[in-house]
């Protein structure tokens, strides 16, 4: 932690900026972690346009499929690999409460600026039980938590505004990530907290009508972003581009490059966005074919994605002039 305990609002809206990107982990072909490999991944991931953060255990990072001693390590190896020069985020996300604890201690004493913590993702759920969730596990750590408030199917539980307002009490909730992919959802979450803690996304549409509708409450950075990774490459930087003039405020120019990226990616994952999941198997193929380390193995119960699909994503990519030179 970069902050003392309860300024972790103050320090996120002071020092975060640009993407705070996801990573990929490689598995070996007998499904153990490849590490050497993550460690390259994040030195890679770390130098794309625009990341100024890296966000760990994400959905693209299968961490749903790692033992908690396999989170831990791999939280270990990419906070160390990062070795301070950029923010991380560490996800802690887990069904039971006192796993949750566990992680976020664990994340603490590693090195992480800020954890993930969704909402409980498998069981009877209702507003006042996600509430003493929350409390539970915030009253027994330090470090800054953001929440997750999503529609997608994947996590069958919407952290709506109100519910994001009743955990303002405590003082380590200093970011939401909004993933609502719906405008008036994420205005209703700009309106209804964003005065008191910063409202994330992932994707640049709605970075930059956050910074066009709410300029004084947009935060500077978006949290849980892919596309750095999959829409663009060093010698063709859609969302650097993208980000340097949203930051500067030059909006047209911000809008003219979000048309690049949205024809991406609206054909290698807003599909699937829409019908409610991350087609998690496929990105990080496409991952690999730009370059990242996606290794030989596959832990269940995801499997390798249809050759069809794949096939298709990779035509995208090259008409985009994103393999030109790929590594």
Known sequence: ???????????????????????????????????????????????LPGVGGLSVHSLHQEFFALTLAERKRVAELVLDEAAGRLPVVVGCSDPVA????????????????????WPPFYGPRDAAGVRAFYEHVAERSAIGMVVYSTTLAELGYYLAPEQVEALLHLPNVCAVQDTTLNFASYARMMERVGDRI????????????????????AP?????SSRPVLCQTAAVPHCGRFLDAALRDDFSVAARHLRDISAIAGRLQSRYFAQGFHHVALFKTLA??????????????????????????????RAAGLLDGAA
Do not use: K, Q
């Not at 996120?12 to 705070?20: I, N």
């Not at 796993?99 to 004493?109: F, G, K, M, Q, S």
């Not at 640049?204 to 709410?214: A, C, D, N, S, V």
């Open 288 to 317: 690999g074919v730009l370059g990242m380390e996606v290794g030989a193995g596959w832990r269940p119960a995801l499997a390798p994605p249809d050759p069809r699909d794949v096939a298709e994503c990779v035509a995208v990519l």
């Open 98 to 117: 006192a796993n949750v604890v566990d992680l976020l201690r664990h994340a603490t004493a590693a090195g992480a600026d800020l954890a993930m913590v």
């Open 198 to 217: 910063a409202v994330s996304t992932s994707l640049e549409e709605y970075f930059l009508f956050g910074r066009l509708t709410f300029p004084e409450r």
């Open 220 to 224: 500077r950075f978006m949290i849980g």
């Open 1 to 47: 932690m970069r902050y003392a305990p309860g300024e972790a609002r103050d320090w996120v809206r002071a020092e975060l900026s640009g993407y705070v990107t996801i990573l990929y982990t490689p598995f070996h072909a007998d499904g153990s972690i490849d590490e050497a490999a993550l460690r390259r991944n994040v030195r890679r991931t770390m130098a």
